[in-house]
Antibody
Framework: QVQLQESGPGLVKASQTLSLTCTVS??????????WAWIRQHPGKGLEWIGY???????YYNPSLRSRVTISVDTSKNQFSLKLSSVTAADTAVYYC???????????????WGQGRLVTVSS | QPALTQPASVSGSPGQSITISCTGS?????????VSWYQQYPGNAPRLMIY???YRPSGVSDRFSGSKSGSTASLTISGLQAEDEADYFC??????????FGGGTTLTVL
């Protein structure tokens, strides 16, 4: 069974960098067909796709966040990470890591999600 | 403002059928058959219920079905049960190469 678990600080000061890690079990993060994504959910529901990484180094980000986002992989720990710089209160959200469908490029949905990590940006 | 428009809430009685709509544009729903639906209980992660407009993952009840017409997708739940009470989100792949989501619909089983 594939499982994902987010970890990282739940409180970040405005203008600083948000850093989260997703630990994957039951699947290999370095499998060629796998795409690993970050998605966030703002208070009051809305979901927003942040970006993904595949082939352990190729990334694609939401254009609205591209200038502030970095997603990377640590294959030795079977983890991938999110860094979001220059955060503001608008970045307060629950952050989820997720796996794109098992066929990777040929799948257009997310089949496994972590439980989510609430990150609050304080002033 | 969410890119996809969903009703904020719907309700139905046990045994009835309900439909949740999700309206987008030609850049997302209207341009691709890559609509997915997720169920979310409070405090839990989203669960995939429908993908590629009308396919169910293994383990999802056949009471859940999806469809699409133009730039509007729909999720129908038949034989409503108390356990179906949750939030439902639609999502679509987009021409920009990423995904957009709806604002979510709260389903209340009366």
């Amino acid at each position: 069974q594939v499982q994902l678990q987010e970890s990282g600080p739940g409180l970040v000061k405005a203008s600083q960098t948000l850093s989260l890690t997703c630990t994957v079990s039951g699947d290999s993060i370095s499998t060629g067909a796998r795409y690993w994504a970050w998605i966030r959910q703002h208070p009051g529901k809305g979901l927003e796709w942040i970006g993904y990484i595949f082939h352990s180094e190729s990334t694609y980000y939401n254009p609205s966040l591209r200038s502030r986002v970095t997603i990377s992989v640590d294959t030795s720990k079977n983890q991938f990470s999110l860094k979001l710089s220059s955060v503001t209160a608008a970045d307060t959200a629950v952050y989820y890591c997720a796996r794109r469908g098992p066929g990777g490029h040929w799948e257009y949905y997310f089949d496994y999600w972590g439980q989510g990590r609430l990150v609050t940006v304080s002033s | 403002q969410p890119a996809l428009t969903q009703p904020a809430s719907v309700s139905g009685s046990p045994g009835q059928s309900i439909t949740i709509s999700c309206t987008g544009s030609s850049s997302d729903i209207g341009g691709y058959n890559y609509v997915s639906w997720y169920q979310q209980y409070p405090g839990n992660a989203p669960r995939l219920m429908i993908y590629d407009v009308n396919y169910r993952p293994s383990g999802v009840s056949d009471r859940f079905s999806g469809s699409k017409s133009g730039s509007t997708a729909s999720l129908t739940i038949s034989g409503l049960q108390a356990e179906d009470e949750a939030d439902y989100f639609c999502s679509s792949y987009t021409s920009a190469g990423g995904w957009v989501f709806g604002g979510g619909t709260t389903l209340t089983v009366l």
